[in-house]
């Protein structure tokens, strides 16, 4: 009587493998060394990496208050998250963000964004540029050292928060 088959042994690593490694990964770019404390990484390259994040702040920043011109109405919705996209863009270093309403010379354009008619689709766009922007942030970071990486995952999260709360209410 012939006995079955042994069972096959999957080739490749085992998901636990994978997930440790991934874990691995996590906690070798959180705890990796500042740049300027003589790591491996070059201070250039996570200085390009905060002043492109401090850029792309700012031009978000510039998006809310081209929304906050063209529709008044919602200030008082928009200012509690104009204010925290200011305080991210102070948080990479950008010049001039502040929390009160003024031109960034950080900016990526040179004229206002254009703002839909509609406060649903001006609504719409910003939370679109903010779930663009926090899922660009996050693809970086595993290229950021530690501390710029817990700052750029903090602003992701938040980015994410900013598009629910700007789409809340929609459906």
């Given amino acids: 009587m012939p006995y079955p088959p042994p ?3 999957p080739s490749g690593p085992r998901r636990r493998s994978l997930f440790a490694s991934a874990a691995a990964a996590a906690l070798l770019v959180g705890c990796s060394a500042d740049p300027d404390s003589g790591g491996g990484d070059t201070p250039s390259a996570t200085e390009r990496a ?3 994040a401090a850029e792309d702040s700012a031009g978000l920043l510039e998006r809310y208050d081209a929304v906050l011109a063209a ?5 008082e919705r928009l200012r509690p998250l104009r204010a925290e996209v200011a305080a991210h863009a102070q948080a990479f270093g950008g010049a001039g963000a502040t929390a009160t309403k003024s031109p960034s ?4 354009t040179a004229t206002p964004p254009a703002v839909p008619a ?3 689709d001006a609504l719409a766009d910003l939370a679109a540029a903010e779930r663009g922007l926090a899922d660009r942030r996050t693809e970086a970071l595993l290229d950021v050292p ?3 990486a817990r700052l750029m995952a903090s602003v992701a999260a938040a980015g994410a928060a900013h598009a629910y709360l ?3 209410g929609a459906k």
């Fill in 50 to 52: 905060r002043a492109r």
């Fill in 166 to 168: 700007l789409t809340e």
């Fill in 7 to 9: 069972p096959r042994t």
């Fill in 118 to 120: 509609a406060e649903k």
């Fill in 71 to 75: 529709h008044p109405a919602l200030a």
């Fill in 146 to 148: 530690g501390e710029l």
């Fill in 105 to 108: 010379p950080t900016a990526s």
